[in-house]
């Protein structure tokens, strides 16, 4: 029996070779440079900020070098497989504006792109037709080894301080005749395929990381599944291969975990005699705790997940910037110096990337998002709040869109000025800051006034009361109103300036500061608001006086 014949008794149905693949998927037609990314993602689970680190890195090159962004549905491990999986990948993707290219969402029934199927279950024909070309040219075999079988070769590899794995003389089914294969297989037993590595762990193989460089690593000697004969799919190794070649991709961005396995993907690419993609492994994302240093973990940090920024929302733009000041150590000298650029403007350097682990701050995240938000126009954030409130905050988002012109105003305080006030980071905390504006709020919230500095309520009624019967008028400017709070200071007894307090204190009850506070918070219940002057214009005089009868 030959190789030939064991190909065809295992795949009968596997009539195209590789050229005929090779032909329906040639050589993409772009410009000299263009590099074609994918974003690749298993959907066993939610999108990880490392997964949004890769795709990043993905988008840019696409974008930068006028090449090909795809995404690609890596769906082989079906049992593994969430529900809600891949819509969450296609909202991010959209969120983020970060859409593919070249995709397929089957339940939508929306593709896109000439290197389809983009969704790994669907490609079987195509993985069968490369394992048939290796076992026909002797570099695959079916392996029926036991799981029990496994088990004792790991326990004797174990004991004997051998290195682990179906390697050189563990490898038991390498050395059955084509045959005996045969036979095994015509008596319906179970197997695996394996790939026959040529390669010596006592030879050194060196590759280029576009991030770390020069890596030395041992040559490949496992014979790794590249396929079950249970499901006819392809392990990620293999599907790799066959996916990425025939997709034409330049640039694999994936995480660090797949460094190991680098010599194994290239034995397969030398094997078919393709060319490998250039790979870039991006580092662990850290996290400072305390003193000590770990690696961000989905289960301890909510922010790991991607639905943490869109839940509590982070401007998208926030995120990105975040994330690619990880990216790259000089992202935040350029934004320095650019400002105003979008941040595919900035070049990506895969040497700039840290190899060693990437820190990622939720503070920084929050600087970046309040300096982010506080630059935009108010109907802008207006547009922003209303949309994540809908999702996140329904109560608010009727409060807002019953009110739009009036909560643009209020979103408006202390922002078209030169340095604009810095205090949104996210959507989710603006109610917190604005709620005492909407009559709505203001009624439903169990809110005390907590007076401070003056705490005696006949004082307090008397500062109020004589500031709306004899002092506030609606039409004065900021000066004149300002004015007036003095005045009223000076009139009830309060030191008209706070340095006139502080040079005599014992003359005075208090000061224009402890005044205005009071104000502040008989018609805010807060004592930390933006300008009080503002507040007031927008409150009007009405409802003002409603707040405070009841004092
Ligand atoms: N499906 C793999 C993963 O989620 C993809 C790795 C890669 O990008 O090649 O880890």
């Known amino acids: 029996m030959t190789n030939k014949e064991l190909a065809d008794l295992i795949f009968p149905n596997i009539t195209k070779t590789i050229e005929d693949y090779e032909k329906e998927y040639p050589a993409r037609d772009l410009k000299e440079g263009a590099k074609v990314t994918r974003y690749a993602p298993s959907p066993t689970g939610f999108m990880h900020i490392g997964n949004f680190m890769a795709t990043t890195i993905s988008y840019l090159l696409a974008r930068q070098s006028g090449g090909v962004f795809f995404l690609r549905n890596e769906d082989t491990d079906q049992a593994r497989t969430v529900e809600g999986a891949v819509e969450a990948i296609r909202n991010n993707l959209e969120h983020y504006g970060m859409v593919p290219d070249e995709y397929e969402f089957r339940d939508l029934n929306e593709t896109k792109g000439a290197y389809g199927p983009y969704i790994q279950s669907e490609r079987k024909e195509i993985y069968q037709t490369f394992v048939k070309h290796l076992i026909e040219i002797g570099r695959a075999y079916p392996c029926f080894c036991s799981k029990e079988e496994l088990e004792e070769t790991h326990e004797l590899q174990v004991k004997n301080k051998i290195r682990t794995g179906y390697h050189g003389r563990y490898a038991r089914c390498r050395k059955l005749t084509v045959s005996e294969a045969a036979e095994r297989i015509r008596n319906g037993e179970d197997y695996v395929i394996r790939f026959k590595s040529m390669g010596d762990f006592d030879e050194k193989f060196p590759f280029d990381d576009l991030v770390k460089g020069k890596v030395e690593l041992p040559e490949n000697d496992m014979d790794v599944p590249i396929m079950k004969s249970s499901t006819g799919l392809p392990t990620y190794h293999f599907a790799h291969l066959v996916d990425d070649h025939l997709m034409r991709t330049t640039h694999v961005v994936r995480g660090e975990e797949w460094l190991p396995s680098v010599p194994l993907h290239l034995e397969l690419f030398k094997t078919f005699g393709f060319k490998a993609p250039k790979y870039i492994h991006i580092p662990l994302i850290l996290k400072k705790e305390g003193n000590s240093v770990r690696k961000i973990s989905k289960r301890k940090d909510p922010e790991a997940l991607m639905s943490y920024y869109k839940e509590l929302g982070y401007p998208r733009e926030a995120v990105i910037e975040s994330i690619m000041t990880i990216i790259n150590s000089n992202f935040e000298e350029w934004r320095t110096g650019h400002p105003d650029q979008v941040y595919t403007e900035f070049e990506f350097s895969p040497k700039k990337m840290s190899s060693s682990g990437a820190f990622y701050d939720l503070d920084k995240l929050d600087n970046i998002s309040k300096n982010i938000i506080s630059k935009k126009k108010a109907v802008e954030v207006y547009d922003e709040l209303l949309e994540w409130a809908k999702i996140y905050n329904e109560p608010f988002a009727k409060v807002i869109s019953e009110n739009k012109d009036y909560t643009i105003s209020v979103l408006n305080i202390e922002r078209e000025q030169k340095k604009p006030r810095k205090d949104y980071a996210n959507y989710s905390e603006i109610e917190s800051k604005i709620w005492y ?37 609606i039409e004065d400017d900021k000066e004149v109103w300002f004015n007036k709070i003095k005045d009223l200071a000076g009139e009830l007894g309060y030191a008209r300036e706070v340095k006139e307090y502080n040079e005599n204190p014992d003359a005075y009850k208090g000061h224009v500061g402890d005044v205005s506070t009071v104000l502040r918070i008989a018609i805010t219940k807060e004592s930390m608001t933006p300008d009080l002057y503002e507040i007031m214009k927008l409150l009007g005089k009405d409802k003002m006086l409603d707040r405070v009868k009841d004092l």
């Open 437 to 473: 504006m909407f009559d709505a709020l203001w009624n439903s919230k169990d809110k005390a006034r907590e007076f401070q500095t003056i705490d005696n309520l006949e004082d307090i009624k008397k500062i109020v009361n004589t500031y709306f019967e004899r002092y506030y008028n």
